[in-house]
């Protein structure tokens, strides 16, 4: 099946762009690589009047450093990422998440920006036209029932983008633009947990820059995601960590992100709190490990079943620190 | 909605120019296939997973299903049918010859396609380099023992 009719729209600078924004506000979808909207566009999941591609916006691209921090303009294509000697030093998890996103050729045009910003999915609703007419409408869909989690009247659809939970075990800032303004948000803010409008952006705003702030001293970090296969599939749950040494040789920053565990990324305090101020031994790494694992959601919305992929959060959330842990006596020794 | 015109795209496919007059909301792999009559590029699941859409756009290979037609102008665009020199077949091509690479066929341009932009870039991949870039093509036919042999085949041709 084809893509349903649009008005085209490609603006030459960003000012056009942004002002095309607050022209036709929610009439209007953005496409900046496309991997993800068009499959959206084909299913009719979304029947925007515009499209927005950001194909000539050049200024969009490219990763620069700038004092005490990587600014990663929101065009950037996963595969640059992957790739760039400065987040491989830096950043160790943001490449690894983006080395683990889709497949090769996906990498090669999926942006940042719209990993960042891709829609929360379920296996009820990320299907064509036809799949869905045979079951009745569910909430995402307008409809009055969850059809994952019979009886509910909130959606439980998942957040699976790969680069968030790193970005955010990594403190990263959002730059968001809209004609006459611009404000800053840190990544983890993009989200609002809402499974319905899982994300908090205003439509007349454009995401144009993540900026990632570098961070001193030793420190370790690791993305784990569980898929069925090595390639192509999305997080079914996943862990990003970000540990940080101080002098005395005990953790002094840790943070323990689960991702595909809800309708968003999660920050757990509880688990990243645990860690604080130890040199962790297995019996502690295991309880953070629990800790994250308490904060999933478990619904069956996915390919797997949600109490294995809730369980899964707790051992890829031990992987997840015992990798960054081990970055440290690397980098310590 | 408004009535949605038709808009001129200027694409460059196989080292040629092709001006068209297309909607925009047609894909690249829709606008080779049904305009440009370069059926070797295949369509299947439609949604990025499969990789038998896959064209080089700038010497990449990336999803034509799952890109805009509008999107790919000011690129090069190569399909399969753009790979053969004058003289004869790409290396890549013969080595899925004598390999027995190619059992049904319908993956076969997206591998080729994608093998070539490997060994542009890597000359002499090691297995794994080989499966990691195939990793995003899917073949139901052959078990892909005998495409990642006929890659490292034309990998040593070069040599």
């Known amino acids: 099946m084809g893509l349903p009719p649009f008005h085209y729209l490609a603006p030459q600078t960003l000012k056009q762009a942004l002002e095309i924004l607050s022209q036709h506000k929610r009439k209007v979808r953005i496409v900046a690589g496309g991997t993800d909207i068009l499959d959206r566009l084909r299913k009719r999941l979304i029947n925007p009047t515009y499209v927005m591609s950001l194909r000539r916006l050049s200024d969009l691209t490219g990763i620069k450093k700038r004092k005490n921090e990587l600014v ?38 999926a942006t940042i920006g719209g990993n960042l910003l891709q829609n929360s999915r379920c296996l009820f ?24 989690v019979k009886g509910s009247t ?51 705003e454009l995401l144009t820059e993540i900026i990632l702030p570098i961070p001193r001293g030793l420190c370790g970090s690791s993305y784990q995601k569980l898929r069925l296969r090595t390639s192509l599939d999305y997080p079914l749950a996943s862990s990003s960590v970000f540990l940080s040494l101080s002098r005395k040789g005990v953790i002094e920053q840790a943070r323990v992100v689960i991702g595909a565990a809800g309708p968003a990324p999660v920050l757990v305090e ?27 959601q478990s619904a069956n919305n996915l390919a797997l079943p949600g109490a294995y992929r809730k369980k899964m959060v707790r051992v890829f959330a031990r992987r997840a620190i015992e990798a960054a842990l081990s970055d440290l006596e690397k980098a310590g020794a | 909605m408004a009535k949605v015109e038709r808009q001129k795209v200027l694409l460059r496919v196989n080292r040629e120019e092709h001006e068209l007059l297309i909607y925009p ?24 997973a499969c990789g038998t859409c896959t064209v080089l756009l700038d010497g990449l290979p990336v999803r034509s299903c799952i890109l ?11 399909t399969i049918e753009g790979l053969a020199e004058p003289g004869g077949l790409h290396p890549v091509q013969e080595a899925f010859v004598e390999h027995f690479a190619i059992q049904c066929g319908f993956c076969t341009p997206g591998m080729i396609l994608t093998a070539k932009a490997l060994l542009d870039k890597n000359p002499h991949p ?12 899917v073949c139901r036919c052959t078990g892909y023992a005998k495409i990642v042999e006929a890659i490292k085949a034309a990998s040593e041709m070069a040599r």
């Open chain 2, 25 to 48: 909301h047609r894909t690249l792999a829709e606008v080779l296939r049904d305009d440009l009559n370069l059926t070797g590029t295949k369509q299947s699941c439609g949604e990025g």
């Open chain 2, 126 to 137: 090691t297995y794994e380099e080989i499966r990691h870039a195939i990793s995003g093509n």
């Open chain 2, 68 to 78: 805009l037609a509008a999107d790919a102008e000011g690129k090069e665009v190569t």
């Open chain 1, 154 to 204: 909130r959606c439980f659809s998942v957040y699976q983008g790969d680069l968030a939970p790193s970005l955010i075990a990594f403190n990263a800032m959002a730059v968001l633009q809209k004609a006459g303004g611009k404000r800053s948000v840190p990544v983890s803010e993009l989200f609002s947990g809402n499974g319905r409008s899982p994300l908090s952006i205003e439509n007349d």
């Open chain 1, 270 to 296: 509880k688990a990243s709190a645990s860690l604080t101020g130890k040199e962790p031994d297995q019996v502690e790494i295991e309880q953070a490990a629990e800790l994250a694992f308490q904060a999933a």
């Open chain 1, 125 to 148: 609703y990320n299907q064509s036209e036809l799949v869905r007419n045979a079951a009745p409408m569910c909430i995402n869909q307008g409809g009055e029932v969850c059809l994952a």
């Open chain 1, 72 to 109: 990663i303009s929101a065009r950037t294509t996963v595969r640059e990422i992957a790739e760039h000697p400065s987040i491989a030093e830096h950043f160790k998890s943001v490449a690894q998440a983006a080395a683990s996103v889709a497949a090769p050729p996906i990498q090669n045009v």
